[in-house]
């Protein structure tokens, strides 16, 4: 028998795989926009290059301390970092 709260759902890693997935996304989109290459970004963290790409192709968890040394990194919040991107308005 399994222990209570060891067995995950499928939805549960979906969720778990998206919430990489749109870090990795919202922290590659804030890197761009400050003009910094991954290897900035890693040096500012104090990270890797190729850890930074893991992460910003989703393909990487992080840590909380990581993830703050990353939002850190770009000047954003954390929160930020995880938030769903929102759709852009077309201008008409």
């Known amino acids: 028998m399994a222990k209570r709260g060891t067995t995950t759902s499928r939805a549960d890693r979906r969720d778990r795989a998206d919430i990489v997935a749109t870090f990795g996304g919202n922290l590659r989109a804030a890197r761009l926009k400050m003009n910094m290459s991954q290897t900035d970004l890693a040096h500012a ?21 990581t993830a703050v040394a990353l939002a850190n990194a770009v000047n954003r ?12 308005r077309l201008k008409a």
């Open 45 to 65: 963290a104090g990270l890797l290059q190729q850890y930074v790409s893991l992460v910003e192709s989703g393909k990487q968890n992080v840590t909380l301390i």
């Open 77 to 88: 919040d954390v929160t930020t970092l995880l938030g769903r991107p929102r759709p852009r």
